[in-house]
C-alpha cells in the first residue's frame, strides 16, 4: 500500500514536471497549467511529502528551483490566508524536516513579501477531536470522532465513484457534485489509525485511493471530477493540495512507523505541513 502511494505520487509529480514545471497547476488533460500565485504552488507545496516519501532525486530537483528560481518579487494579488498555509508553511515545514537552510531563508523572504499585502472541508474535524483525544480531551471527543470519520467515509462509499462530493444533503442527495482530491477524510483517516490502531481506516483509505487511480488518473497527472448519477465529467485540473496534503495523509496512514512525523513532536498546519512543537521551559521562559 505504501508503495502504491509512492507511485501515484510520481505518477501525479511527471505530469506536473513535464507540463507545469515551476507553475502553481497542471492542468493534466490539456497538458498544460494555470496561475494563481505565480510562485510554484504545486512544487512548494510537495516539497515536504517528498521527503517524508523518501524521494530523493524528485526532492533534489525541485530544491533546485527553489534556490534557483523562486522569486517573491511580483506584483500580483494573492489570498494571504493560502499563501500562508502553502508557501511559508511549506517551506519552514521542509526547512524543519531537512535541516536545509534554504528553505528558512526563502520563507524569511516569503513573510517579508506579505507584509506590503492587502489583503468537503469539515472532514478534518474528526482528527482534531482525535488529537485532542490524544493529549488529554475527555473519551467523549474521541467517540465523537469515530462517529463523525464514519459518515465521512460513507461520504465517499455511497457514491457511485467511490470519491466524495464537496457538498452532501443528508438522506436526499448529493449537492455539489465534484471531487477536487480533497485530503480532509484521508487527514482523519490518518489520525484515528494513528491513535486507535484499529485497520479499518487503513481499508478506507486503501479504497479511496484505488478509487483516485481508477476515476481521477490520466495519463499526465490525477484530475478533479465532475460527477454526475451515471457518469463521471473530467476538469483538467489537479489542485497542489493533491500531491502536499492527500498523498501525505495517504502515505502516512499507510505507515506503522510512529516516529515518522511523531505527533508528540509535530503538528500539521491547515495544508498538512509538519511544524515541530516547540515546548516552553517554564523557569526561563525559553523555547
Request: proline share 3%.
Amino acid at each position: 500500500t505504501i508503495q502504491a502511494v509512492i507511485e501515484a505520487f510520481r505518477h501525479a509529480w511527471k505530469g506536473y514536471k513535464d507540463f507545469a514545471w515551476g507553475h502553481d497547476e497542471l492542468k493534466p488533460l490539456s497538458k498544460s497549467y494555470s496561475e494563481w500565485f505565480g510562485l510554484g504552488l504545486t512544487l512548494i507545496d510537495a516539497l515536504d511529502t517528498m521527503w517524508i516519501l523518501g524521494l530523493k532525486e524528485e526532492f533534489e530537483e525541485a530544491r533546485k528551483w527553489v534556490a534557483n528560481d523562486l522569486a517573491f518579487d511580483k506584483n500580483v494579488d494573492v489570498n494571504l490566508f493560502e499563501s500562508t498555509i502553502r508557501i511559508l508553511g511549506g517551506l519552514l515545514s521542509t526547512y524543519h524536516l531537512s535541516g536545509d537552510s534554504l528553505f528558512l531563508e526563502k520563507a524569511v523572504s516569503d513573510y517579508k513579501s506579505c507584509l506590503v499585502l492587502q489583503d468537503h472541508l469539515v472532514c478534518f474535524l474528526p482528527g482534531t477531536l482525535a488529537l485532542g483525544a490524544h493529549n488529554g480531551l475527555t473519551a467523549d471527543h474521541m467517540k465523537l470522532a469515530e462517529a463523525l470519520i464514519e459518515t465521512c467515509y460513507q461520504m465517499y462509499a455511497q457514491v457511485e465513484t467511490g470519491l466524495s462530493p464537496e457538498i452532501v444533503h443528508f438522506n436526499l442527495h448529493p449537492a455539489d457534485r465534484h471531487n477536487l482530491l480533497r485530503p480532509e477524510t484521508v487527514e482523519s483517516l490518518f489520525y484515528m489509525y494513528r491513535f486507535t490502531g484499529d485497520k479499518k481506516y487503513q481499508d478506507w483509505g486503501w479504497e479511496i485511493l484505488q478509487n483516485f487511480n481508477k476515476y481521477t488518473r490520466v495519463r499526465s497527472g490525477h484530475n478533479a471530477l465532475i460527477l454526475t448519477e451515471l457518469y463521471s465529467l473530467p476538469r483538467d485540473k489537479m489542485e497542489s493540495f493533491f500531491l502536499g496534503e492527500t498523498l501525505k495523509y495517504m502515505f502516512l496512514l499507510f505507515s506503522d512507523d510512529i516516529d515518522l512525523i511523531n505527533l508528540d513532536k509535530y503538528v500539521f498546519n491547515t495544508e498538512a505541513h509538519p511544524l515541530p512543537i516547540w515546548v516552553v521551559d517554564h523557569d526561563t521562559g525559553l523555547w
